[in-house]
C-alpha cells in the first residue's frame, strides 16, 4: 500500500516520473503504475492501489482531462475525499472539479522550494496525516489543509493586501510604469507638481540694474489699418480656424487622464490605452460578433472584452501566451463564483460547504471577509469587500490573496478591474487586465506590472501593440 497514488496520462509520464522522484524525497511512498509487477493484472493492480492509498493526486493536462480513465480515478479519490489536484499545463480541469483548491504547477522544473510545490506538499500532509512512511531528511512544514479537506471554523487575523484600481491612458504613449504606494489601505493625494515661481530676492545687497538696449523693432512702423495686409492677415486667420475645425471633428480629442493615486502595492499594469466616450458602466461579451455591450454579471466581476481577440496579427509566441492568460482569466472567474458562494453562505450562518469545508466570516481592517477557513486564517476560496467599495474573490492561501481570483474596483471611470493568476497579493503570473474604456491588458504580469510576453487589445479585439514588457514598458 503507497502513501500517494499518481494519476496521470501516459504522454506525461516524463514529467510525472520527475514529481515521483520528488514526492519521494519528501518521505512518502508513490505509486504511478510504473512498479506493475510483471504478470499482475494491470486494471486489478490499479483498483487496489487506489482503494489503499492515503492520498490520490491527479494531474491535469491537455491529455489527461480527455482521458477517462484519469477521470474515474480522479472520482475515486474525490469520493474518499483524499483527491489533491494539480496543474501540469494551463488546462481547465474537466467538470465537477473545478470548485477544488489546485496546485499549479504549471512553471515547476523539479525543485522542492518551489512555492506551489510546497503548497501541494501541506496539502498532502494534512490529507494523509502522520508522518510519511520512511524517515526524511528535512522536516515537513506544518500542514495546512486544501480545499476538499475539512477544518475548524475560526477567525482570521492576517490580513490581505488590497487590489487598486489602474488608469487607463491615452492613445500610443509611451508606457509609463507606476511606483507602488507605501501605505496600503489609505489613499494619499498625488504628488504637487514643483513651484515654477521664484522668491523675488530683497533689495538688499542687490546691485543696481543696467539700462536696457534699444530694441532692434523700435524703428519698425505698423502699417496703418486700410493697408492691405490687414485683410490677408484676416482671411488667413479664418482659414487656420476653419481647418483645426474640420481636422478636430475627424480626429476628436483625446486628452490625457490624471492617473488616480494608488492605495496598495499594486502598480500600473502596462501600456496606455486611448480614452472614448463609450459606456464604461459594462463591457460586451467576449467573443461576440456585435458592437453592442451585455450587463454586468450579477457577481460584480468584470465582463469580458467587447470582441475575441484577432489573432491573426499576433507573432507565435504571444499567440501562445495570449490563449494562456484567456484561459487563466476563465479559470479566475470560476474560482471567483466560487468564492462569492462560499461567502454568501458563511453570511448567511452556514458552517461547512457542501466539500465539508469549514466556513466562517471575519472583520480585517480593509474589510469583510467571508468564505472557507482553516486555522484561524483564510485558506481555498472567499471574498473579500474592501471598505472603499473594491472586491476580490477566488483563492487564498494562508491568509493571503493567492491563486486564481478576480478583483473589481468600485469606481470604474478608469480601470473596471483584473482577472486572473494571484501571488503574494498581487498581480502575478498569467492573466487580463481590464480598462473601463473597453481596452485591455493580456498576458504575464509580475508584481502588479505587465512583465513579459503579452499585447495591449482594442475593444474590437485588434492588437494595438505586442511584444516582451519590462515593468509595463514594451522592449521589444
Given at each position: 500500500m503507497a502513501d500517494i497514488f499518481i494519476s496521470y496520462a501516459r504522454e506525461d509520464r516524463e514529467w510525472v516520473e520527475n514529481l515521483a522522484k520528488a514526492l519521494t524525497g519528501e518521505g512518502y511512498t508513490v505509486w504511478w503504475d510504473w512498479d506493475l509487477l510483471v504478470g499482475k493484472r494491470y486494471r486489478e493492480t490499479i483498483e487496489t492501489e487506489l482503494q489503499t492509498c492515503k492520498a490520490t493526486v491527479v494531474v491535469w493536462s491537455q491529455h489527461s482531462i480527455r482521458s477517462d480513465f484519469v477521470r474515474d480515478e480522479a472520482e475515486e479519490g474525490q469520493q474518499r475525499n483524499i483527491l489533491v489536484p494539480l496543474l501540469k499545463e494551463n488546462v481547465r480541469p474537466p467538470a465537477g472539479f473545478r470548485q477544488l483548491q489546485t496546485a499549479d504547477l504549471t512553471q515547476w522544473g523539479g525543485a522542492t522550494d518551489h512555492v506551489e510545490f510546497r503548497r501541494m506538499m501541506r496539502g498532502l500532509q494534512h490529507v494523509i496525516g502522520g508522518e510519511p512512511s520512511y524517515e526524511k531528511v528535512d522536516p515537513p512544514e506544518a500542514p495546512i489543509v486544501p480545499a476538499a479537506t475539512v477544518g475548524p471554523a475560526a477567525t482570521i487575523a492576517e490580513p490581505v493586501i488590497q487590489p487598486t484600481p489602474i488608469v487607463a491612458p491615452p492613445p500610443e504613449p509611451v508606457v509609463q510604469a507606476k511606483a507602488p504606494a507605501p501605505n496600503v489601505g489609505s489613499s494619499p493625494p498625488p504628488p504637487s507638481p514643483a513651484s515654477t515661481s521664484a522668491t523675488?530676492?530683497?533689495?538688499?545687497?542687490?546691485?543696481?540694474?543696467?539700462?536696457?538696449?534699444?530694441?532692434?523693432?523700435?524703428a519698425m512702423k505698423v502699417p496703418p489699418a486700410s493697408h492691405p495686409v490687414w485683410r490677408y492677415l484676416a482671411i488667413g486667420a479664418v482659414v487656420l480656424v476653419a481647418l483645426i475645425y474640420v481636422v478636430s471633428a475627424f480626429v476628436g480629442p483625446s486628452p490625457e487622464p490624471t492617473p488616480k493615486p494608488t492605495a496598495s502595492t499594486h502598480s500600473t499594469p502596462g501600456s496606455g490605452t486611448p480614452a472614448n466616450n463609450s459606456d464604461t458602466s459594462n463591457e460586451g461579451q467576449h467573443g461576440s460578433t456585435g458592437g453592442t455591450t451585455a450587463p454586468a454579471p450579477a457577481n460584480n466581476t468584470p465582463t469580458l472584452g467587447i470582441k475575441a481577440t484577432d489573432m491573426s496579427t499576433a507573432t507565435a509566441a504571444v499567440a501562445a501566451v495570449l490563449q494562456?492568460?484567456?484561459?487563466?482569466?476563465?479559470?479566475?472567474?470560476?474560482?471567483?463564483?466560487?468564492?462569492?458562494?462560499?461567502?454568501?453562505?458563511?453570511?448567511?450562518?452556514?458552517?461547512?460547504?457542501?466539500?465539508?469545508?469549514?466556513?466562517?466570516?471575519?472583520?480585517?481592517?480593509?474589510?469583510t471577509y467571508g468564505g472557507q477557513v482553516y486555522n484561524s486564517t483564510a485558506q481555498g476560496v472567499g471574498a473579500l469587500s474592501y471598505k472603499n467599495g473594491d472586491l476580490y474573490a477566488g483563492q487564498f492561501d494562508e491568509g493571503k490573496v493567492s491563486g486564481r481570483g478576480v478583483v473589481t474596483f468600485a469606481d470604474k471611470s478608469s480601470g473596471y478591474g483584473y482577472s486572473g493568476q494571484f501571488a503574494a497579493g498581487t498581480y502575478n503570473g498569467l492573466g487580463v487586465y481590464y480598462f473601463s474604456n473597453g481596452w485591455r491588458l493580456e498576458g504575464t504580469f509580475k508584481n502588479g506590472q505587465l512583465s513579459g510576453i503579452g499585447a495591449k487589445v482594442d475593444p474590437n479585439g485588434k492588437i494595438s501593440e505586442q511584444g516582451t514588457y519590462e515593468n509595463g514598458t514594451l522592449k521589444s
Open positions: 523675488p530676492p530683497t533689495s538688499t545687497g542687490v546691485p543696481p540694474r543696467a539700462a536696457a538696449a534699444p530694441s532692434p523693432f523700435a494562456k492568460a484567456e484561459l487563466a482569466d476563465r479559470d479566475a472567474r470560476t474560482q471567483a463564483d466560487a468564492g462569492l458562494a462560499a461567502q454568501k453562505a458563511a453570511a448567511g450562518g452556514s458552517t461547512s460547504d457542501a466539500n465539508g469545508m469549514s466556513l466562517g466570516t471575519a472583520t480585517l481592517a480593509e474589510g
